[in-house]
């Protein structure tokens, strides 16, 4: 199984500030690579898909970029309702695995 | 708009069986490939289980193999997971995915989830 592993596991960051968090895959998923968020008590939402394809309606200040093993996902100029928990998830092969999230809070 | 709504959940003892249903509206149901996904309390997510769009493959992560089936009626728009064998390690919130694009692998929508909680 291919394992997914992010960096930090939190983050604590304010109202503006730029917020980067990486994921890395223990063997090569090309650019099948999705990241998520949730809020507490919420599904996941999709944000990016195929690593840097920003979903429909996603604000412009999330971002994502990689290819094969190394991921990330940017959050420029974060806003309030960006303080949740980032999920990325590779799509490459079964069994689907996610990384084990990284919370941004204040 | 798109909407999945899971029903079926609840608290059943170990070894027990249950079945949870997603109904789903807003697309074509029968155009795209559906999964459960799962999460523990205070923990990660995990993928279950996937279905193609016309229900022909199926697909289980190692930890449900043989004892959860996933199915699907197009004809009414419904995802099915029947849980067989339940163990404590399957209490986890449990939430239905539709299948995105470019690839039926990412989840670009999910359903509010439904607890199940295995239990004696």
């Known amino acids: 199984d291919i394992q997914m592993t992010q960096s930090p596991s939190a983050v604590s960051a304010s109202v503006g500030d730029r917020v980067t968090i990486t994921c890395r895959a223990t063997?090569?998923?090309?650019?099948?690579l999705a990241w998520y968020q949730q809020k507490p008590g919420k599904a996941p939402k999709l944000l990016i898909y195929a690593a840097s394809s920003l979903q429909t309606g996603v604000p412009s200040r999330f971002s994502g970029s990689g290819s094969g093993t190394d991921f990330t996902l940017t959050i420029n100029s974060l806003q309030p309702e960006d303080f949740a928990t980032y999920f990325c998830?590779?799509?490459?092969?079964?069994?689907?695995?996610f990384g084990p999230g990284t919370k941004v809070d204040i | 708009e798109v909407r999945l709504l899971e029903s079926g959940g609840g608290l059943v003892q170990p070894g027990g069986s249950l079945r949870l249903s997603c109904a789903a509206s807003?697309?074509?149901?029968?155009?795209?490939?559906m999964h459960w996904v799962r999460q523990a309390p205070g923990k990660g997510l995990e993928w279950v289980s996937g279905i193609s769009a016309s229900g022909g493959s199926t697909f289980y992560a190692d930890s449900v193999t043989g004892r959860f089936t996933i199915s699907r009626d197009n004809s009414k728009n419904t995802l099915y997971v029947q849980m067989n064998s339940l163990r404590a390690e399957d209490t986890a919130v449990y939430y239905c995915?539709?299948?995105?694009?470019?690839?039926?692998?990412?989840?670009?929508?999910w359903g509010q989830g439904i607890l199940v909680t295995v239990s004696s």
């Open positions: 998830q590779q799509a490459n092969s079964f069994p689907f695995t």
């Open positions: 807003g697309f074509t149901f029968s155009s795209y490939a």
């Open positions: 995915a539709k299948g995105g694009f470019p690839s039926e692998y990412f989840f670009d929508f």
């Open positions: 063997q090569g998923i090309n650019k099948w």
